[in-house]
């Protein structure tokens, strides 16, 4: 296989950019058992914020990255104490429709805001490249710095996750809800706190995409999906999991674009295949069974997981109770 | 769907592979409308039985994934088989074999009551109580002796195959499909924002939805000729406002102001928490 070094360099550099994608979807799923459709627009949005702070005042998008990240914390954490009334505990179907018209409305804000016009920004590292191997090996900058930024920025949650006391007390919410409310962990606080991280996140791989992928109002909708083919390939609301879906998603791309003719058409399709594989997959594995991702641990693995986790179906009453009486969602509804 | 308890993204995959098998029916084969129908309908109605089969269980947020992503992934296949349907250059319908606007406009309205009579039968019918049933509580209504896999298998190919005849007619009436019209996200928007305007669980519902919406989008399209985007900043706002404030669409705003009006205050608020209840079960409400 020629080229395989390069292929591998690839696929390692696009994992980075996924797993930052992804990660805030799978902390805002298992933490605050939120589905997010409008978290494209948070990339939307963070692409922008960096486009517009380099264009009209030259700053380079990693400097913006953290006053970035940090309105766009505020402003989830607002957002979901405005519309936690009507979300929390809601059916799926109302959150995924609500977030879905949100993300349509922010869509086309953009959209009449700032035309259709693809966008870049261009700083000065994002035009080199690096080469080993005397040109065998091409190492793009732009990319190594933004892989290498959201690597950081991932280990920096998991470190916030398992060191800090309110990244405990998401993890205890993760995992029991009912139980970390009687542990004195202010729920509804927690959920805001939470969601708006996740929307930092987010808007923190809009920021380094935006020197890398064309910046259009309509960026965020393809990476969502791809967010959501990612965290249900690692196991939903596990953060472990999101990381290896990630590189998984990004490595399959990677070596369909390099090795099947006509690849990098098809590479767009491999996102969906590899998610209807899995589910493919589950669905044999379990036969009938419910999968129920409350007893997923956010840090656990994937392993792990795959051996003793079922799958929730979102009827709100009843048939979970009907598989197993012990389980903690008996406790939860 | 929504009465099954299933929420689809999976419009725009029904739609589009009927307007492919329609347009690829004109193009290639050179069939006229009444046969190039019956093909999308049956392409549609084998979608939706793949679907059933391999989504099997599969409820709520995972349902909506693995339907968005069969959009997508069809995008994708019909973007890179450019021998069978155009690829990037897309496919045209013959000008010979089409028809003018307002036959196809008499066209549609026919199968659109065709349809609306259908739904009705379904509605009067066993597989109405089934769905519903099934909308409560998949694994309670398995115990009661449904077979949840045979009526995710009816819903889905009968919606399929009413969403395909929908994409073909839709295909002929442009004259032109290529991946990025046939599969857009458009499609599945406008066939989730229009009946949850309109009233998600009953039968007029949908109609009065959809006119409603395309009158909203035609007057933006009109009005707003300028910007592009405001009609579908419209749609996002009305399916935000219609699920906030307005979960029972018009219909149930109609009834409501039907029985305030005419029977007692208490009886009436009485028989509206009933119906809540039950067409839209609460998950607090069970807590206690």
């Not at chain 1, 379990?286 to 956010?298: F, G, I, N, V």
């Not at chain 2, 045979?150 to 073909?168: D, E, N, P, Q, T």
């Amino acid at each position: 296989m020629q080229d395989l070094p390069q292929c591998l360099v690839d696929g390692f550099l696009l994992g980075g950019l996924y797993t930052l994608a992804a990660i805030g979807l799978a902390l805002s799923f298992g933490v605050v058992r939120f589905v997010n459709f409008a978290h494209g627009e948070t990339f939307m949005l963070g692409a922008y914020g960096a486009f517009w702070a380099s264009h009209l005042w030259g700053v380079d998008p990693l400097v913006a990255l953290v006053p970035l990240m940090i309105v766009g914390a505020i402003s989830g954490y607002l957002l979901f104490r405005g519309l936690s009334r009507w979300l929390i505990d809601a059916p799926h179907i109302n959150q995924i429709l609500v977030t879905f018209g949100l993300g349509l409305i922010l869509q086309n804000v953009a959209l009449i805001s700032w035309t259709g016009n693809q966008r870049s920004t261009s700083p000065a590292y994002a035009l080199t490249s690096l080469e080993f191997w005397q040109g065998q090996l091409v190492v793009p900058l732009g990319r190594l710095v933004a892989c290498g930024v959201a690597l950081a920025l991932v280990c920096v949650l998991f470190c916030w996750l398992k060191y800090t006391e309110v990244g405990r007390a998401s993890r205890a919410i993760a995992e029991n809800r009912s139980a970390a409310t009687l542990m004195g962990i202010s729920v509804h606080r927690m959920y805001a706190l939470t969601f708006g991280l996740s929307t930092a996140l987010g808007v923190a791989t809009g920021v380094l995409v935006s020197s890398i992928f064309a910046v259009t109002p309509f960026m965020g909708f393809d990476m969502l999906i791809k967010g959501f083919a990612i965290i249900v390939l690692g196991g939903m609301g596990s953060i472990a999991g999101a990381v290896a879906g990630a590189f998984l998603l990004s490595y399959g791309e990677t070596f369909v674009a390099y090795y099947v003719p006509d690849g990098s058409g098809w590479g767009e399709g491999v996102a969906f295949a590899l998610l209807f594989v899995i589910l493919l997959l589950r669905h044999a594995a379990c036969s009938d069974k419910r999968w129920r991702p409350e007893r997923c641990h956010l840090l656990s693995t994937p392993a792990c997981r795959s051996a003793c986790c079922h799958w929730h179906g979102s009827a709100p009453h009843g048939s979970h109770r009907l598989n197993t009486p012990t389980s903690y969602s008996a406790l939860q509804r | 769907m929504a009465n099954a308890g299933l929420i689809s993204l999976a419009h725009a995959s029904f739609s589009g592979i009927g307007g492919y098998a329609a347009a690829i029916a004109a193009h290639t084969f050179g069939l006229p409308l009444y046969a190039a129908l019956p093909l999308s309908i049956l392409a549609g109605v084998m979608l939706g039985a793949f679907l059933a089969a391999t989504t099997g269980r599969l409820s709520g947020l995972f349902f909506a994934i693995g339907t968005l992503a069969v959009s997508e992934a069809l995008r994708v296949v019909a973007l890179m088989v450019p021998d069978m349907t155009g690829g990037a250059q897309g496919i045209d319908v013959p000008q010979g074999l089409r028809f003018g606007p307002h036959s196809m406009a008499v066209a549609a309205a026919v199968l659109a009551g065709a349809a609306l009579l259908l739904s009705l039968a379904l509605s009067a019918s066993r597989f109405h109580y089934a769905c519903r049933a099934m909308r409560s509580g998949e694994s309670a209504a398995q115990m009661l002796g449904l077979n949840p896999r045979r009526y995710r298998l009816g819903v889905l190919a009968i919606s399929g195959g009413l969403a395909s005849c929908a994409g073909g007619l839709s295909a002929w009436y442009t004259g032109f499909l290529d991946p990025g019209i046939a599969f857009s996200l458009d499609i599945t928007i406008i066939a989730q924002v229009a009946p949850l305007l309109g009233g998600l669980y009953t039968v007029v519902g949908p109609v009065i939805g959809a006119l409603v919406l395309t009158g909203v989008s035609e007057a933006t399209r009109l009005g707003f000729s300028g910007t592009p985007g405001v009609g579908q900043l419209l749609y996002g706002v009305i399916l935000v406002v219609s699920v906030l404030l307005m979960p029972h669409g018009i219909v149930g705003l109609f009834k409501r102001l039907l029985t305030r009006r005419n029977a007692a205050a208490v009886r009436s608020r009485s028989q509206l928490a009933a119906a809540h209840e039950g067409n839209h079960p609460n998950p607090s409400a069970e807590r206690t």
